[in-house]
Protein backbone atom coordinates (compact mmCIF):
# COMPACT_ATOMS: atom_id res chain seq x y z
CA UNK A 1 0.00 0.00 0.00
CA UNK A 2 1.10 3.32 -0.92
CA UNK A 3 2.40 5.61 2.00
CA UNK A 4 3.23 2.82 4.92
CA UNK A 5 5.62 1.02 2.71
CA UNK A 6 7.89 3.42 1.44
CA UNK A 7 7.68 5.90 4.76
CA UNK A 8 8.05 4.18 8.15
CA UNK A 9 9.29 6.52 10.72
CA UNK A 10 10.67 5.28 13.21
CA UNK A 11 12.07 6.14 17.10
CA UNK A 12 14.40 4.21 19.56
CA UNK A 13 14.58 3.61 23.00
CA UNK A 14 17.57 2.16 25.13
CA UNK A 15 15.34 0.48 27.89
CA UNK A 16 18.49 -0.94 29.45
CA UNK A 17 21.91 -3.64 28.86
CA UNK A 18 24.93 -2.88 27.20
CA UNK A 19 24.03 -0.30 25.09
CA UNK A 20 25.62 -2.26 22.13
CA UNK A 21 21.85 -2.47 20.09
CA UNK A 22 21.31 1.14 20.13
CA UNK A 23 24.58 1.78 18.92
CA UNK A 24 24.08 -0.50 15.93
CA UNK A 25 20.67 0.78 15.47
CA UNK A 26 22.04 3.84 15.04
CA UNK A 27 24.90 2.50 12.96
CA UNK A 28 22.13 2.19 10.35
CA UNK A 29 21.93 5.62 9.48
CA UNK A 30 25.15 5.98 8.83
CA UNK A 31 26.33 6.49 4.55
CA UNK A 32 27.39 2.44 5.02
CA UNK A 33 23.90 1.79 5.44
CA UNK A 34 21.61 4.63 5.16
CA UNK A 35 18.29 3.69 5.52
CA UNK A 36 17.28 6.72 5.22
CA UNK A 37 17.15 5.41 1.00
CA UNK A 38 13.98 3.30 2.40
CA UNK A 39 12.41 6.60 3.60
CA UNK A 40 13.21 5.76 7.63
CA UNK A 41 13.62 8.95 8.95
CA UNK A 42 14.61 8.46 12.97
CA UNK A 43 12.22 11.01 14.56
CA UNK A 44 13.14 10.92 18.12
CA UNK A 45 9.33 11.96 18.91
CA UNK A 46 6.81 9.51 19.47
CA UNK A 47 4.05 11.48 18.16
CA UNK A 48 5.65 11.49 14.73
CA UNK A 49 6.60 7.16 14.86
CA UNK A 50 5.32 4.24 13.13
CA UNK A 51 7.77 2.04 14.58
CA UNK A 52 9.07 1.71 18.40
CA UNK A 53 12.47 0.41 18.34
CA UNK A 54 13.34 -1.03 21.86
CA UNK A 55 16.90 -2.62 22.82
CA UNK A 56 17.78 -3.52 25.51
CA UNK A 57 15.94 -5.46 28.79
CA UNK A 58 12.99 -4.21 31.08
CA UNK A 59 14.54 -3.00 34.64
CA UNK A 60 11.99 -1.31 36.99
CA UNK A 61 12.96 2.41 35.83
CA UNK A 62 12.75 1.56 31.99
CA UNK A 63 8.77 0.18 32.48
CA UNK A 64 7.04 2.94 32.32
CA UNK A 65 8.97 5.17 29.66
CA UNK A 66 8.37 1.85 27.20
CA UNK A 67 4.86 2.39 28.23
CA UNK A 68 4.61 5.91 27.76
CA UNK A 69 6.07 5.98 24.26
CA UNK A 70 4.16 3.31 23.32
CA UNK A 71 0.76 5.17 24.04
CA UNK A 72 2.36 8.24 22.35
CA UNK A 73 2.38 6.57 18.83
CA UNK A 74 -0.46 7.01 16.91
CA UNK A 75 -2.07 3.50 15.72
CA UNK A 76 -1.32 1.88 13.28
CA UNK A 77 2.06 1.44 15.03
CA UNK A 78 4.79 -2.02 15.10
CA UNK A 79 7.02 -2.60 18.29
CA UNK A 80 10.31 -3.90 16.91
CA UNK A 81 12.61 -5.79 19.27
CA UNK A 82 16.12 -5.60 18.78
CA UNK A 83 18.68 -7.62 20.17
CA UNK A 84 18.79 -10.67 22.82
CA UNK A 85 17.93 -8.49 26.13
CA UNK A 86 15.11 -7.03 24.31
CA UNK A 87 13.78 -10.48 23.22
CA UNK A 88 14.05 -12.23 26.69
CA UNK A 89 16.12 -10.32 29.15
CA UNK A 90 19.32 -11.77 27.67
CA UNK A 91 22.40 -12.64 29.87
CA UNK A 92 20.36 -9.73 32.51
CA UNK A 93 17.52 -11.85 32.64
CA UNK A 94 18.54 -12.86 36.52
CA UNK A 95 19.12 -9.59 37.86
CA UNK A 96 16.91 -8.62 40.92
CA UNK A 97 15.54 -5.55 38.80
CA UNK A 98 14.74 -6.96 35.62
CA UNK A 99 11.32 -8.38 34.27
CA UNK A 100 12.15 -9.82 31.13
CA UNK A 101 12.26 -8.67 27.42
CA UNK A 102 10.07 -6.10 26.19
CA UNK A 103 6.79 -8.23 25.53
CA UNK A 104 6.46 -8.03 29.60
CA UNK A 105 5.68 -4.30 29.12
CA UNK A 106 3.81 -3.61 25.36
CA UNK A 107 2.96 -6.50 22.92
CA UNK A 108 5.97 -6.89 20.77
CA UNK A 109 5.50 -7.68 16.83
CA UNK A 110 8.88 -8.75 15.10
CA UNK A 111 12.20 -9.78 17.21
CA UNK A 112 15.42 -9.26 15.70
CA UNK A 113 17.95 -11.92 17.33
CA UNK A 114 21.60 -10.79 18.06
CA UNK A 115 24.19 -9.84 20.17
CA UNK A 116 24.37 -7.10 19.56
CA UNK A 117 22.32 -7.17 16.40
CA UNK A 118 23.82 -6.03 13.26
CA UNK A 119 22.87 -3.23 11.70
CA UNK A 120 21.66 -5.69 8.29
CA UNK A 121 19.96 -7.93 10.97
CA UNK A 122 18.25 -4.20 12.14
CA UNK A 123 17.05 -3.16 8.65
CA UNK A 124 15.47 -6.56 8.06
CA UNK A 125 13.54 -6.71 11.16
CA UNK A 126 12.49 -2.85 10.11
CA UNK A 127 11.59 -4.31 6.60
CA UNK A 128 9.27 -6.84 8.63
CA UNK A 129 7.43 -4.20 10.37
CA UNK A 130 6.93 -2.23 7.52
CA UNK A 131 4.65 -5.26 6.57
CA UNK A 132 2.77 -5.90 9.92
CA UNK A 133 2.25 -2.43 9.96
CA UNK A 134 0.51 -2.42 6.43
CA UNK A 135 -1.15 -5.23 7.89
CA UNK A 136 -2.80 -3.48 10.32
CA UNK A 137 -3.38 -0.09 8.59
CA UNK A 138 -5.76 -2.72 6.47
CA UNK A 139 -7.28 -4.24 9.23
CA UNK A 140 -8.66 -1.17 10.97
CA UNK A 141 -9.49 0.73 7.71
CA UNK A 142 -11.80 -2.67 6.91
CA UNK A 143 -13.02 -2.44 10.54
CA UNK A 144 -13.16 1.75 10.35
CA UNK A 145 -15.41 1.39 7.22
CA UNK A 146 -17.92 -1.37 9.18
CA UNK A 147 -17.94 0.00 12.29
CA UNK A 148 -21.71 0.90 11.54
CA UNK A 149 -22.39 -2.64 11.03
CA UNK A 150 -20.78 -3.99 14.77
CA UNK A 151 -22.92 -6.73 15.84
CA UNK A 152 -23.47 -6.55 19.96
CA UNK A 153 -23.85 -10.36 20.94
CA UNK A 154 -23.53 -12.62 23.51
CA UNK A 155 -19.96 -13.94 23.87
CA UNK A 156 -18.92 -17.91 23.93
CA UNK A 157 -16.61 -19.74 25.96
CA UNK A 158 -14.21 -19.69 22.78
CA UNK A 159 -14.11 -15.82 23.21
CA UNK A 160 -12.81 -15.83 26.52
CA UNK A 161 -8.90 -15.46 25.41
CA UNK A 162 -9.71 -13.19 23.26
CA UNK A 163 -11.63 -11.05 25.22
CA UNK A 164 -8.53 -10.77 27.75
CA UNK A 165 -6.27 -9.64 24.91
CA UNK A 166 -8.47 -6.52 24.39
CA UNK A 167 -9.16 -6.49 28.12
CA UNK A 168 -5.41 -6.26 28.53
CA UNK A 169 -5.07 -3.46 25.50
CA UNK A 170 -8.11 -1.34 26.82
CA UNK A 171 -6.84 -1.15 30.24
CA UNK A 172 -3.26 0.21 29.01
CA UNK A 173 -5.06 3.77 28.92
CA UNK A 174 -6.10 3.40 32.69
CA UNK A 175 -2.71 2.05 33.45
CA UNK A 176 -1.24 5.75 32.27
CA UNK A 177 -3.94 7.47 34.05
CA UNK A 178 -2.95 6.12 37.33
CA UNK A 179 0.72 5.25 36.81
CA UNK A 180 -0.31 1.92 38.14
CA UNK A 181 -0.07 -1.46 35.98
CA UNK A 182 -1.30 -3.45 39.37
CA UNK A 183 -5.15 -2.50 38.35
CA UNK A 184 -6.79 -6.15 38.58
CA UNK A 185 -8.02 -5.95 34.99
CA UNK A 186 -4.49 -6.04 34.00
CA UNK A 187 -3.19 -8.63 36.32
CA UNK A 188 -6.20 -11.02 35.24
CA UNK A 189 -5.39 -14.10 34.22
CA UNK A 190 -6.97 -16.75 31.77
CA UNK A 191 -8.60 -19.20 34.59
CA UNK A 192 -9.29 -16.56 36.41
CA UNK A 193 -11.33 -14.77 33.47
CA UNK A 194 -12.95 -18.70 32.16
CA UNK A 195 -14.33 -18.69 36.33
CA UNK A 196 -15.67 -15.48 35.80
CA UNK A 197 -17.36 -16.26 32.69
CA UNK A 198 -18.99 -19.41 33.88
CA UNK A 199 -20.75 -16.75 36.71
CA UNK A 200 -21.20 -13.85 33.75
CA UNK A 201 -23.02 -12.70 31.35
CA UNK A 202 -20.09 -11.50 28.64
CA UNK A 203 -21.52 -9.51 26.23
CA UNK A 204 -19.47 -9.00 22.80
CA UNK A 205 -18.77 -5.85 20.30
CA UNK A 206 -17.80 -7.79 17.13
CA UNK A 207 -17.04 -6.55 13.51
CA UNK A 208 -15.57 -8.00 10.79
CA UNK A 209 -14.62 -11.40 13.06
CA UNK A 210 -12.78 -9.22 15.37
CA UNK A 211 -13.91 -8.59 19.17
CA UNK A 212 -13.46 -5.01 19.66
CA UNK A 213 -15.31 -4.23 22.66
CA UNK A 214 -17.27 -6.25 25.77
CA UNK A 215 -18.64 -5.61 28.78
CA UNK A 216 -19.88 -8.08 31.76
CA UNK A 217 -22.47 -8.40 34.28
CA UNK A 218 -23.89 -10.36 36.69
CA UNK A 219 -26.87 -10.24 39.44
CA UNK A 220 -26.77 -9.91 43.09
CA UNK A 221 -29.95 -10.18 44.75
CA UNK A 222 -32.02 -7.47 43.70
CA UNK A 223 -28.90 -5.67 41.53
CA UNK A 224 -26.88 -6.05 38.39
CA UNK A 225 -23.12 -5.47 38.44
CA UNK A 226 -21.91 -4.03 34.89
CA UNK A 227 -17.97 -4.56 35.32
CA UNK A 228 -14.93 -4.28 32.70
CA UNK A 229 -16.56 -2.35 29.83
CA UNK A 230 -13.85 -2.26 27.72
CA UNK A 231 -13.34 -1.31 24.04
CA UNK A 232 -10.16 -1.04 22.04
CA UNK A 233 -8.62 2.56 22.32
CA UNK A 234 -9.11 2.74 18.11
CA UNK A 235 -12.65 2.44 18.29
CA UNK A 236 -13.49 4.59 21.07
CA UNK A 237 -15.75 7.52 21.23
CA UNK A 238 -18.26 5.91 18.32
CA UNK A 239 -20.85 4.50 21.04
CA UNK A 240 -19.79 0.99 21.28
CA UNK A 241 -19.78 1.56 25.35
CA UNK A 242 -23.21 2.69 25.36
CA UNK A 243 -24.78 -0.26 22.78
CA UNK A 244 -22.60 -2.43 25.47
CA UNK A 245 -23.96 -0.96 28.69
CA UNK A 246 -27.95 -0.76 27.10
CA UNK A 247 -27.31 -4.54 25.94
CA UNK A 248 -26.40 -5.48 29.28
CA UNK A 249 -29.09 -4.09 30.73
CA UNK A 250 -31.36 -5.42 29.00
CA UNK A 251 -29.76 -8.69 29.57
CA UNK A 252 -31.20 -8.57 32.91
CA UNK A 253 -35.17 -8.02 32.45
CA UNK A 254 -36.45 -8.51 36.19
CA UNK A 255 -33.65 -6.43 37.35
CA UNK A 256 -34.55 -2.40 38.57
CA UNK A 257 -31.32 -1.40 39.78
CA UNK A 258 -27.57 -1.64 37.77
CA UNK A 259 -24.11 -1.02 39.96
CA UNK A 260 -21.00 -0.10 37.92
CA UNK A 261 -17.56 1.15 39.29
CA UNK A 262 -14.49 2.81 37.87
CA UNK A 263 -11.86 4.46 39.07
CA UNK A 264 -12.12 8.15 40.58
CA UNK A 265 -9.74 9.94 37.36
CA UNK A 266 -11.35 7.78 34.49
CA UNK A 267 -13.82 11.03 33.32
CA UNK A 268 -14.01 9.23 30.16
CA UNK A 269 -15.62 6.28 32.05
CA UNK A 270 -17.55 8.35 34.26
CA UNK A 271 -19.28 10.64 32.05
CA UNK A 272 -19.82 7.78 29.64
CA UNK A 273 -22.17 6.36 32.61
CA UNK A 274 -23.93 9.71 33.84
CA UNK A 275 -24.63 10.21 29.92
CA UNK A 276 -26.78 6.63 30.61
CA UNK A 277 -28.37 7.46 33.92
CA UNK A 278 -25.77 6.47 36.16
CA UNK A 279 -25.32 8.41 39.25
CA UNK A 280 -22.27 8.29 41.93
CA UNK A 281 -23.26 6.73 45.22
CA UNK A 282 -20.40 6.22 46.84
CA UNK A 283 -17.09 6.24 46.59
CA UNK A 284 -13.73 3.80 48.58
CA UNK A 285 -9.94 4.47 48.47
CA UNK A 286 -8.75 0.77 46.62
CA UNK A 287 -5.15 1.54 46.38
CA UNK A 288 -3.37 4.63 47.20
CA UNK A 289 -3.10 5.52 43.99
CA UNK A 290 -6.64 4.42 42.92
CA UNK A 291 -9.96 5.38 44.70
CA UNK A 292 -12.78 3.30 43.39
CA UNK A 293 -16.11 5.29 42.12
CA UNK A 294 -19.13 3.21 42.82
CA UNK A 295 -22.36 4.42 40.12
CA UNK A 296 -26.04 3.22 40.16
CA UNK A 297 -29.01 3.56 38.12
CA UNK A 298 -32.27 2.78 39.93
CA UNK A 299 -35.19 1.96 37.77
CA UNK A 300 -37.03 2.50 40.58
CA UNK A 301 -36.43 6.21 40.51
CA UNK A 302 -35.20 7.17 37.21
CA UNK A 303 -37.40 6.74 34.53
CA UNK A 304 -36.05 3.94 31.99
CA UNK A 305 -33.81 4.84 29.11
CA UNK A 306 -34.94 6.28 25.72
CA UNK A 307 -35.90 2.39 23.41
CA UNK A 308 -33.68 3.92 20.58
CA UNK A 309 -30.31 2.73 22.29
CA UNK A 310 -31.54 -0.65 21.93
CA UNK A 311 -28.23 -2.77 20.44
CA UNK A 312 -29.65 -3.93 16.78
CA UNK A 313 -28.18 -7.18 16.37
CA UNK A 314 -29.29 -9.03 20.02
CA UNK A 315 -32.44 -8.84 18.56
CA UNK A 316 -30.68 -11.54 15.77
CA UNK A 317 -29.00 -13.92 17.87
CA UNK A 318 -29.01 -16.56 14.55
CA UNK A 319 -27.52 -13.95 12.21
CA UNK A 320 -24.60 -13.20 15.21
CA UNK A 321 -24.04 -17.21 15.24
CA UNK A 322 -23.81 -17.38 12.07
CA UNK A 323 -21.10 -14.44 11.45
CA UNK A 324 -19.30 -15.30 15.00
CA UNK A 325 -18.91 -19.00 13.02
CA UNK A 326 -17.43 -17.20 10.18
CA UNK A 327 -15.13 -15.17 12.55
CA UNK A 328 -13.46 -18.19 13.61
CA UNK A 329 -13.02 -19.92 10.43
CA UNK A 330 -11.24 -17.00 9.19
CA UNK A 331 -7.86 -15.71 10.29
CA UNK A 332 -7.47 -14.53 13.06
CA UNK A 333 -7.22 -10.36 12.85
CA UNK A 334 -4.02 -9.31 15.29
CA UNK A 335 -5.09 -5.67 15.71
CA UNK A 336 -3.02 -6.29 19.41
CA UNK A 337 -1.00 -9.12 20.24
CA UNK A 338 -2.68 -12.05 22.21
CA UNK A 339 -1.59 -11.98 25.69
CA UNK A 340 1.09 -14.69 26.24
CA UNK B 1 -1.71 35.52 -18.41
CA UNK B 2 -5.38 36.62 -16.68
CA UNK B 3 -4.85 36.54 -12.55
CA UNK B 4 -7.24 33.44 -12.32
CA UNK B 5 -5.46 31.23 -14.59
CA UNK B 6 -2.16 32.27 -12.22
CA UNK B 7 -4.07 32.00 -9.70
CA UNK B 8 -4.82 28.26 -10.68
CA UNK B 9 -1.57 27.23 -11.47
CA UNK B 10 -0.42 28.31 -8.17
CA UNK B 11 -3.25 26.28 -6.89
CA UNK B 12 -2.41 23.11 -8.28
CA UNK B 13 1.08 23.01 -9.11
CA UNK B 14 2.54 24.59 -6.11
CA UNK B 15 1.99 21.19 -4.01
CA UNK B 16 3.61 19.18 -6.60
CA UNK B 17 6.79 21.34 -6.99
CA UNK B 18 6.78 22.37 -3.76
CA UNK B 19 7.10 18.56 -2.55
CA UNK B 20 9.57 17.60 -5.31
CA UNK B 21 11.56 20.66 -4.08
CA UNK B 22 11.37 18.89 -0.33
CA UNK B 23 12.27 15.55 -2.14
CA UNK B 24 15.26 17.06 -4.20
CA UNK B 25 16.24 18.54 -0.49
CA UNK B 26 16.49 15.30 0.65
CA UNK B 27 18.01 13.66 -1.75
CA UNK B 28 20.96 16.98 -2.12
CA UNK B 29 21.46 16.29 2.01
CA UNK B 30 21.74 12.99 1.80
CA UNK B 31 24.75 13.10 -1.68
CA UNK B 32 25.94 16.06 0.38
CA UNK B 33 26.57 13.32 3.69
CA UNK B 34 27.49 10.77 0.84
CA UNK B 35 24.60 8.82 1.67
CA UNK B 36 22.39 6.99 -1.17
CA UNK B 37 19.26 9.22 0.15
CA UNK B 38 15.47 8.73 -0.22
CA UNK B 39 13.81 8.69 -3.55
CA UNK B 40 12.38 12.09 -5.10
CA UNK B 41 9.11 11.39 -4.05
CA UNK B 42 9.82 10.69 -0.44
CA UNK B 43 7.85 13.63 0.99
CA UNK B 44 4.55 12.46 -0.92
CA UNK B 45 5.10 9.29 0.46
CA UNK B 46 5.39 11.13 3.42
CA UNK B 47 2.10 12.86 3.67
CA UNK B 48 0.20 10.30 2.58
CA UNK B 49 0.89 7.81 5.34
CA UNK B 50 0.65 11.06 7.55
CA UNK B 51 -3.05 11.60 6.44
CA UNK B 52 -3.63 7.60 6.90
CA UNK B 53 -2.30 7.69 10.68
CA UNK B 54 -4.31 8.56 13.69
CA UNK B 55 -4.34 11.99 14.89
CA UNK B 56 -3.27 12.49 18.48
CA UNK B 57 -3.96 15.91 19.90
CA UNK B 58 -3.95 17.63 23.52
CA UNK B 59 -6.55 19.46 22.61
CA UNK B 60 -8.92 19.07 19.31
CA UNK B 61 -8.44 22.79 18.57
CA UNK B 62 -4.80 22.97 17.86
CA UNK B 63 -5.83 21.27 14.69
CA UNK B 64 -8.34 24.05 13.73
CA UNK B 65 -5.26 26.79 14.00
CA UNK B 66 -3.10 24.41 11.94
CA UNK B 67 -6.01 24.41 9.53
CA UNK B 68 -5.86 28.06 9.45
CA UNK B 69 -2.50 28.30 9.11
CA UNK B 70 -2.54 26.08 5.83
CA UNK B 71 -5.77 28.31 4.30
CA UNK B 72 -3.63 31.45 5.18
CA UNK B 73 -0.57 30.29 3.87
CA UNK B 74 -2.41 29.02 0.54
CA UNK B 75 -4.57 32.25 0.35
CA UNK B 76 -1.10 34.32 0.33
CA UNK B 77 0.29 32.21 -2.35
CA UNK B 78 -2.54 33.22 -3.92
CA UNK B 79 -2.79 36.62 -3.39
CA UNK B 80 0.92 36.80 -4.25
CA UNK B 81 0.55 34.79 -7.93
CA UNK B 82 -2.96 36.24 -8.85
CA UNK B 83 -0.22 39.69 -8.45
CA UNK B 84 -2.15 41.82 -5.33
CA UNK B 85 -0.43 43.95 -2.71
CA UNK B 86 2.96 43.13 -1.24
CA UNK B 87 2.09 44.56 1.48
CA UNK B 88 -1.06 42.50 1.76
CA UNK B 89 1.03 39.29 1.07
CA UNK B 90 3.12 40.37 3.93
CA UNK B 91 0.58 40.59 6.47
CA UNK B 92 -1.47 37.77 5.37
CA UNK B 93 2.03 35.61 5.43
CA UNK B 94 2.83 36.99 9.11
CA UNK B 95 -1.07 36.44 10.23
CA UNK B 96 -0.93 32.47 8.56
CA UNK B 97 2.59 31.77 10.94
CA UNK B 98 0.75 33.40 13.88
CA UNK B 99 -1.37 30.82 13.48
CA UNK B 100 1.00 27.95 13.69
CA UNK B 101 2.60 29.46 16.70
CA UNK B 102 -1.26 29.60 18.33
CA UNK B 103 -1.72 26.45 17.62
CA UNK B 104 1.59 25.24 19.29
CA UNK B 105 0.86 27.18 22.01
CA UNK B 106 -2.94 25.55 22.29
CA UNK B 107 -1.16 22.09 22.68
CA UNK B 108 0.60 22.66 26.23
CA UNK B 109 3.59 21.40 26.35
CA UNK B 110 7.23 22.59 27.00
CA UNK B 111 8.63 21.29 23.77
CA UNK B 112 5.81 22.79 21.62
CA UNK B 113 5.86 26.12 24.09
CA UNK B 114 9.86 26.61 23.41
CA UNK B 115 9.41 25.86 19.36
CA UNK B 116 6.36 28.55 19.67
CA UNK B 117 8.50 30.96 21.49
CA UNK B 118 11.85 30.25 19.02
CA UNK B 119 9.01 30.54 15.90
CA UNK B 120 8.11 33.83 17.20
CA UNK B 121 11.69 34.69 17.76
CA UNK B 122 12.26 34.02 14.08
CA UNK B 123 9.55 36.26 12.70
CA UNK B 124 11.20 39.03 14.68
CA UNK B 125 14.54 38.27 12.97
CA UNK B 126 13.18 38.15 9.09
CA UNK B 127 10.04 40.51 9.39
CA UNK B 128 11.89 43.42 9.35
CA UNK B 129 13.95 42.52 5.86
CA UNK B 130 11.16 41.35 4.33
CA UNK B 131 9.23 44.63 4.52
CA UNK B 132 12.08 46.64 3.94
CA UNK B 133 12.12 44.21 0.31
CA UNK B 134 8.88 45.10 -0.31
CA UNK B 135 9.81 49.15 0.48
CA UNK B 136 13.16 48.54 -1.88
CA UNK B 137 10.50 47.08 -4.49
CA UNK B 138 8.42 49.88 -4.32
CA UNK B 139 11.07 52.49 -4.57
CA UNK B 140 12.29 50.79 -8.13
CA UNK B 141 8.64 50.19 -9.92
CA UNK B 142 6.42 52.76 -8.16
CA UNK B 143 4.21 49.99 -7.68
CA UNK B 144 3.37 47.92 -3.93
CA UNK B 145 1.12 45.15 -6.59
CA UNK B 146 3.16 42.13 -7.78
CA UNK B 147 1.95 42.32 -11.37
CA UNK B 148 2.91 45.55 -12.08
CA UNK B 149 6.42 45.00 -10.40
CA UNK B 150 7.09 41.56 -12.58
CA UNK B 151 6.45 44.36 -15.40
CA UNK B 152 9.00 46.57 -14.56
CA UNK B 153 11.53 46.81 -17.86
CA UNK B 154 14.69 46.40 -16.03
CA UNK B 155 16.20 43.69 -13.39
CA UNK B 156 15.01 44.75 -9.94
CA UNK B 157 17.89 43.14 -8.42
CA UNK B 158 20.57 45.47 -10.35
CA UNK B 159 18.85 48.68 -7.86
CA UNK B 160 18.98 46.39 -4.77
CA UNK B 161 21.45 44.24 -4.58
CA UNK B 162 21.57 44.63 -1.02
CA UNK B 163 17.78 44.05 -0.66
CA UNK B 164 18.24 40.97 -2.38
CA UNK B 165 21.12 39.21 -0.23
CA UNK B 166 18.77 40.39 2.49
CA UNK B 167 16.39 38.69 1.05
CA UNK B 168 18.30 35.45 0.57
CA UNK B 169 19.53 35.50 4.17
CA UNK B 170 15.62 35.94 5.06
CA UNK B 171 14.95 32.57 2.73
CA UNK B 172 17.67 30.70 5.25
CA UNK B 173 15.31 31.61 8.20
CA UNK B 174 11.90 30.96 6.52
CA UNK B 175 12.95 27.84 5.47
CA UNK B 176 13.98 26.86 8.68
CA UNK B 177 17.20 25.69 8.07
CA UNK B 178 20.44 25.56 9.65
CA UNK B 179 22.09 27.47 10.97
CA UNK B 180 18.23 29.25 11.66
CA UNK B 181 16.22 25.63 12.57
CA UNK B 182 15.58 27.21 15.85
CA UNK B 183 11.78 26.40 16.13
CA UNK B 184 11.50 23.08 14.65
CA UNK B 185 14.67 20.83 12.87
CA UNK B 186 14.05 18.01 10.22
CA UNK B 187 17.20 16.07 12.00
CA UNK B 188 16.29 14.00 14.85
CA UNK B 189 17.75 14.75 18.15
CA UNK B 190 17.13 18.12 18.86
CA UNK B 191 16.77 19.50 22.18
CA UNK B 192 13.50 20.49 21.75
CA UNK B 193 12.53 16.85 19.88
CA UNK B 194 10.59 18.47 16.66
CA UNK B 195 9.80 21.57 18.73
CA UNK B 196 7.13 23.31 17.19
CA UNK B 197 5.88 20.48 15.65
CA UNK B 198 6.10 18.08 18.66
CA UNK B 199 2.76 17.79 19.98
CA UNK B 200 1.58 17.69 15.93
CA UNK B 201 0.73 14.25 14.45
CA UNK B 202 -1.46 12.09 11.63
CA UNK B 203 -3.32 14.16 9.52
CA UNK B 204 -2.39 17.61 11.27
CA UNK B 205 1.26 16.91 10.27
CA UNK B 206 0.29 16.36 6.94
CA UNK B 207 -0.89 19.83 6.82
CA UNK B 208 1.63 21.67 8.09
CA UNK B 209 4.13 19.90 5.62
CA UNK B 210 1.54 21.13 2.46
CA UNK B 211 1.83 24.40 3.83
CA UNK B 212 5.49 24.57 4.05
CA UNK B 213 5.15 23.42 0.33
CA UNK B 214 2.97 26.06 -0.68
CA UNK B 215 4.93 28.31 1.67
CA UNK B 216 8.45 27.56 -0.22
CA UNK B 217 7.05 28.20 -3.68
CA UNK B 218 5.28 31.50 -2.42
CA UNK B 219 9.06 32.62 -1.27
CA UNK B 220 11.09 31.19 -4.39
CA UNK B 221 8.22 33.13 -6.49
CA UNK B 222 9.57 36.48 -4.69
CA UNK B 223 13.08 35.45 -5.19
CA UNK B 224 12.19 35.41 -9.31
CA UNK B 225 10.12 39.02 -9.00
CA UNK B 226 14.31 40.12 -8.43
CA UNK B 227 14.68 39.04 -11.96
CA UNK B 228 11.52 39.56 -13.65
CA UNK B 229 12.33 41.16 -16.63
CA UNK B 230 14.68 37.85 -18.04
CA UNK B 231 11.98 34.63 -17.02
CA UNK B 232 14.32 32.52 -17.45
CA UNK B 233 17.24 33.93 -15.30
CA UNK B 234 14.60 34.50 -12.92
CA UNK B 235 13.63 30.67 -13.13
CA UNK B 236 17.35 29.57 -12.54
CA UNK B 237 17.92 32.04 -9.81
CA UNK B 238 15.15 31.03 -7.80
CA UNK B 239 16.13 26.83 -8.13
CA UNK B 240 19.64 28.10 -7.43
CA UNK B 241 18.55 30.26 -4.14
CA UNK B 242 17.09 27.07 -3.15
CA UNK B 243 20.24 25.17 -3.76
CA UNK B 244 21.96 27.68 -2.05
CA UNK B 245 19.44 27.15 1.24
CA UNK B 246 20.13 23.29 0.60
CA UNK B 247 24.24 23.96 0.66
CA UNK B 248 24.04 26.23 3.89
CA UNK B 249 21.96 23.70 5.74
CA UNK B 250 24.41 21.12 5.09
CA UNK B 251 27.48 23.30 5.83
CA UNK B 252 26.21 25.15 9.04
CA UNK B 253 25.75 24.30 12.63
CA UNK B 254 22.73 26.21 14.36
CA UNK B 255 23.17 29.33 15.80
CA UNK B 256 21.56 30.68 19.24
CA UNK B 257 18.62 32.39 18.86
CA UNK B 258 20.51 35.87 20.05
CA UNK B 259 23.12 35.21 17.56
CA UNK B 260 20.22 34.50 15.11
CA UNK B 261 18.09 37.62 15.91
CA UNK B 262 21.30 40.33 16.19
CA UNK B 263 22.71 38.50 12.94
CA UNK B 264 19.35 38.99 10.89
CA UNK B 265 18.69 42.54 11.88
CA UNK B 266 22.48 43.46 11.42
CA UNK B 267 21.83 42.33 7.65
CA UNK B 268 18.21 43.91 7.53
CA UNK B 269 19.75 47.50 8.15
CA UNK B 270 22.58 47.38 6.82
CA UNK B 271 22.19 45.35 3.43
CA UNK B 272 18.66 46.02 3.28
CA UNK B 273 17.90 49.85 4.98
CA UNK B 274 21.94 51.05 3.30
CA UNK B 275 20.51 49.97 -0.31
CA UNK B 276 17.19 51.43 0.14
CA UNK B 277 19.14 54.85 1.49
CA UNK B 278 21.45 54.59 -1.31
CA UNK B 279 18.32 54.60 -3.51
CA UNK B 280 16.57 57.20 -1.73
CA UNK B 281 19.92 59.82 -1.73
CA UNK B 282 20.86 58.97 -5.70
CA UNK B 283 17.58 59.85 -6.86
Known amino acids: MLGFRQSPWLIHYDASSCNGCDIETLACLTPLYDVERLGVVNTGNPKHADIFLVTGAVNQQSREVIRNIYHQLPEPKVVVAVGICAATGGIFRDCYNV?????????????????????????????????????????????????????FLRAEKEDVP??????????????????????????????????????????????????????????????????????????????????????????????????????????????AFSRLGYQIYKTEPFTPLVTWVYLQKDLHTTPPSAPESKPRSLCHPENGRALAAAAKDSARIHLSNPTP | ??????????????????????????????????????????????????????????????????????????????????????????????????????????????????????????????????????????????????????????????????????????????????????????????ELVRGITTEFSGRALA??????????????GWIYLFFASLPWLGISVSLAAFLFVILVDNVFARLKWQAALKSAWIVAIVLGFGNILVLSLLR
Open chain 2, 1 to 190: MSPWLRLLIFLVASPIVGGLLAGLDRKISARLQSRLGPPLLQPFYDVIKLWRKETIVVRRSQNLFIGMFLLLVVFTGALFFAGSDLLLVIFALTLAAIFFVLGAYKASSPYSFLGAERELIQMMAYEPMVLLTAIGMYMVTKSFYVHEIARHPQLLVLALPGVFLGFLYTLEIKFRKSPFDLSSSHHAHQ
Open chain 2, 207 to 220: MIEVAHWYENVLLL
Open chain 1, 99 to 151: SGGVDTVIPVDVYVPGCAARPEAIIDGVVKAIGVLEEKQRDMAAMAHSIDRTL
Open chain 1, 162 to 271: EILALQKVAYQSEAEIYGDESLPALQQTLPELQTDFDRMVFLKAVVNGKIIGSVRGYQEDASAHISRMIVHPYFRGRGLSRHLVTGMEQAFPGVRRFEAFTGHKSKRNIA
